[in-house]
């Protein structure tokens, strides 16, 4: 079935530092792949996403780009900021019905 | 108001009360979505509603019982919950079921069952 895999966090780094967290899925069919952050004490929030292959989704710095041959949508950033401290949760959607998050990856940014 | 609102924000319930979850959506879409977000727990899809119709009910315990009166509103009714039914209840939205459109989220209720 479909699936979504994140890198476990938490992850700490120093403000200006390079961010990768890994994202593979699984799925039949074309997905489309999402990124949402959450904020403490928010709901999800759409950071970026792609519906096809070797689109590339970006926002406020992030970076993913949708890899159908490594099944894969990393999310990067070149220089993190503490306000990017907050959950990044992977998704896939191949149908509304059955939308698939990832465990979430915590990040914290430290000055 | 824009976007998914959810009321209330916070919600301390006994295990033998009744309350509600109340969903609002201002954008426009026919789909509507309840999700439970636990600790440690990949979210888990509960209930998908499409145009007021429930299209998906991921064998939800019937403590649980949502209501959609129309396409903006969604509500979710909560009886005799057990306190590992503690968890934040995200509401969504997106512009049709069964595709693979955005899904934009609520800010969540922080249940908590004593």
């Known amino acids: 079935g479909n699936s979504v895999t994140q890198m476990e966090g938490p992850v700490t780094l120093s403000e200006e530092a390079f961010l990768t967290i890994n994202c593979t899925y699984t799925a039949t069919g074309y997905p489309s792949l999402f990124w949402y952050v959450q904020y403490p004490g928010e709901g999800l929030q759409l950071l970026l996403k792609a519906t096809k292959a070797d689109d590339k989704g970006s926002n406020k710095g992030f970076e993913a780009t949708y890899r159908k041959e490594t099944t894969s949508f990393h999310l990067e950033k070149g220089s993190v900021q503490v306000s990017d401290s907050a959950v990044y949760f992977c998704?896939?959607?191949?149908?509304?019905?059955?939308?698939?998050f990832g465990a979430g990856t915590r990040l914290t940014v430290k000055p | 108001e824009t976007g998914v609102t959810q009321t209330p924000r916070h919600l301390v319930m006994g295990m033998t009360n009744k309350k509600s979850l109340k969903c609002e959506q201002h954008?426009?879409?026919?789909?509507m979505y309840w999700y439970k977000q636990s600790a440690k727990k990949p979210l888990e899809l509960m209930f998908v509603y499409s145009l007021e119709e429930r299209v998906e009910n991921n064998s939800v315990p019937s403590r649980f019982s949502p209501e959609c009166p129309n396409s903006s509103h969604l509500f979710l009714h909560l009886h005799t919950l057990q306190p590992e039914d503690s968890a934040l209840y995200l509401c969504a939205s997106s512009q049709d079921a069964g595709g693979t459109d955005t899904q934009y989220f609520g800010p969540g209720t922080r249940l908590t069952v004593l």
């Open positions: 954008l426009g879409h026919n789909a």
């Open positions: 998704a896939l959607n191949y149908n509304n019905n059955d939308m698939r």
